[in-house]
């Protein structure tokens, strides 16, 4: 059964040019996009979209740099999309990651590590409204 995923490609990727290199990667690995858009973020949409991280210390530095530029959030859909996807941007920390991986490929840091992707069903349910009808 198809499913549906949100990728948000971060400040650090679209100001380095790399949404066209992101995008292909996805679509090279079998995601359909259902739905695109390039937005800039408000301070309250930022805080809304990461509540879960809202007690947490890094959680201010995250909505400043999200809100630093441009985002491009994606509506992506196959088999497994929300698994597939974390597997294809891979770990938080950009050292981490497997290489091959988005963050491996593209991320500089814990923070300005490119992209986001839903971690679950629940996650997705909650973040697409922020962009997505």
Do not use: W
Request: proline share 3%; charged share 35%.
């Amino acid at each position: 059964m198809k499913e549906k995923t949100l990728l948000i490609i971060k400040p650090d990727a679209v100001e380095r040019n790399l949404i066209g290199k992101i995008i292909m990667m996805c679509e090279e690995n079998g995601f359909v996009i259902k739905n695109i858009q390039m937005k800039k973020l408000e301070k309250e949409e930022a805080e809304s979209f990461y509540a879960i991280h809202k007690e947490k210390e890094f959680f201010n530095k995250l909505v400043d740099y999200v809100t630093s530029g441009p985002i491009v959030a994606v509506l992506l859909e196959r088999e497994n999309a929300i698994e597939i996807l974390r597997d294809l941007i891979g770990n938080t920390d950009p050292k981490k990651a497997k290489p091959g991986t988005i963050r491996f490929l593209f991320g500089l840091d814990i923070t300005r590590n490119s992209v986001h992707a839903s971690d679950s069903k629940e996650s997705f349910e909650y973040e697409v409204k922020h962009f997505f009808e």
